[in-house]
């Protein structure tokens, strides 16, 4: 029940029975308080619970479960990838869905947390935006069966100068993940802090405009989107949304900005490419469309 809501469909959908419970796990009271005020704007979404201490969380589910937990990786009382490694590896709770919360998120974090089974990470300072981004994270379908993943990454052009190794590693801290037709992958006006590469399927680029909607491009398997927003800095200027069931590779704005980390660097360049590719088409479009038209 809980990956209908927040998905993003383009058609509506039926309101779900009941909202989507929520457990904080923040040390800091004025921090919990915070995310709990953003996240009563978020209509679906209930906070059931909340606490101070990682080790309170096991008797508060077994007490009253939730769909979701967000820790706070500052916690003053354990490492936060044990508490989720030893939660996924009960029956109970091997389901739950985790955002990890931080204001270091980096390479080595997204490491740890991918292998302990966190879906989802925000970076502080946040805002509404990225907020419900990461609890729809959550919710998605992500793909954890990375030996299928790493033979349909190798015939993927974007990844041609990587080593399997480099794959292996970039596997283990950018998530895979699956949109079902009609999905939005992201919306225009969101924040741009990843970009993506489409493996499997196709997708569409959407703006809107007075008179509706529009698909002005749509990409095939081996195509990559959303770097500009990476460079600039600047909100998603349009929707895209799965034309078919696709899988994309989520690069996070963190992975790149490792200048130390030869994995870090070999994106970068990739991304460099791909946006100046992209900028000499549109010069190249412009300059046409100037030549043909008629003096005025």
Same mark, same amino acid.
């Given at each position: 029940?809980?990956?209908?809501?927040l998905t993003?469909k383009?058609e509506s959908q039926?309101?779900p029975t009941?909202?989507?419970?929520?457990? &904080?796990?923040?040390?800091?009271p004025? =921090?919990r308080s915070?995310?709990r005020g953003?996240?009563?704007?978020i209509e679906q !979404?209930? %906070?059931a619970?909340?606490?101070a201490?990682a080790?309170n %969380?096991?008797?508060?589910l077994?007490?009253s479960p !939730?769909?979701?937990?967000l820790?706070?990786?500052n916690l003053?009382?354990t490492? %936060? +990838?044990?508490v989720?490694?030893a939660?996924? @590896?009960?029956p109970?709770?091997a *389901?739950l869905?985790v955002?990890l919360? =931080?204001a270091r998120l980096d390479?080595?974090?997204?490491?740890?947390?991918?292998?302990v089974?966190i879906q $989802?990470?925000? $970076?502080?300072p946040?805002?509404l935006?990225?907020?419900e981004?990461? /609890?729809?994270?959550?919710?998605g379908?992500? =793909?954890?069966?990375?030996?299928d993943?790493?033979?349909?990454v190798?015939? &993927?052009?974007?990844? @041609?100068?990587?080593?399997?190794?480099?794959?292996?590693?970039?596997?283990? &801290?950018?998530q895979?993940r699956?949109y079902?037709?009609?999905?939005a992958?992201f919306?225009?006006?969101e924040k741009g802090d990843?970009?993506?590469v489409?493996?499997?399927?196709q /997708?569409n &680029? %959407?703006?809107?405009?007075?008179s509706?909607?529009?698909? !002005?491009?749509?990409l *095939?398997?081996?195509e @990559? +989107?959303?770097?500009?927003?990476?460079?600039?800095?600047e909100p998603r @200027?349009?929707d !895209?949304v799965?034309?078919t069931?696709?899988?994309v590779i989520?690069?996070?704005a963190e992975?790149?900005?490792?200048? *130390?980390?030869v994995?870090?660097?070999?994106l +970068?360049?990739?991304?460099?490419?791909l946006v100046?590719?992209?900028l000499r088409e549109y010069?190249?479009?412009? =300059?046409?469309?100037g030549a043909?038209?008629?003096?005025?």
């Amino acid at each position: 029940m809980t990956e209908a809501l927040l998905t993003g469909k383009v058609e509506s959908q039926k309101k779900p029975t009941r909202k989507l419970r929520l457990l &904080i796990v923040d040390g800091l009271p004025e =921090s919990r308080s915070l995310l709990r005020g953003a996240l009563r704007n978020i209509e679906q !979404v209930e %906070v059931a619970r909340e606490t101070a201490l990682a080790q309170n %969380v096991p008797d508060i589910l077994a007490e009253s479960p !939730v769909d979701m937990v967000l820790f706070d990786q500052n916690l003053t009382d354990t490492d %936060v +990838f044990p508490v989720v490694r030893a939660l996924k @590896s009960k029956p109970a709770t091997a *389901n739950l869905k985790v955002v990890l919360i =931080s204001a270091r998120l980096d390479m080595e974090t997204r490491r740890k947390g991918m292998e302990v089974g966190i879906q $989802s990470y925000l $970076s502080k300072p946040y805002d509404l935006n990225t907020l419900e981004r990461a /609890v729809r994270d959550a919710l998605g379908r992500v =793909s954890t069966n990375h030996k299928d993943t790493l033979n349909k990454v190798r015939r &993927i052009e974007f990844f @041609s100068e990587f080593t399997d190794l480099e794959l292996v590693r970039l596997l283990k &801290i950018c998530q895979t993940r699956k949109y079902l037709k009609g999905e939005a992958i992201f919306r225009e006006g969101e924040k741009g802090d990843r970009m993506f590469v489409l493996i499997l399927g196709q /997708v569409n &680029i %959407v703006k809107h405009r007075d008179s509706g909607q529009e698909v !002005v491009a749509t990409l *095939n398997a081996g195509e @990559s +989107f959303g770097e500009m927003a990476l460079v600039d800095q600047e909100p998603r @200027s349009a929707d !895209v949304v799965a034309a078919t069931d696709c899988m994309v590779i989520e690069v996070h704005a963190e992975v790149t900005n490792d200048i *130390n980390d030869v994995l870090a660097l070999k994106l +970068f360049r990739k991304m460099a490419i791909l946006v100046t590719k992209k900028l000499r088409e549109y010069t190249r479009a412009v =300059s046409a469309a100037g030549a043909a038209a008629p003096p005025q």
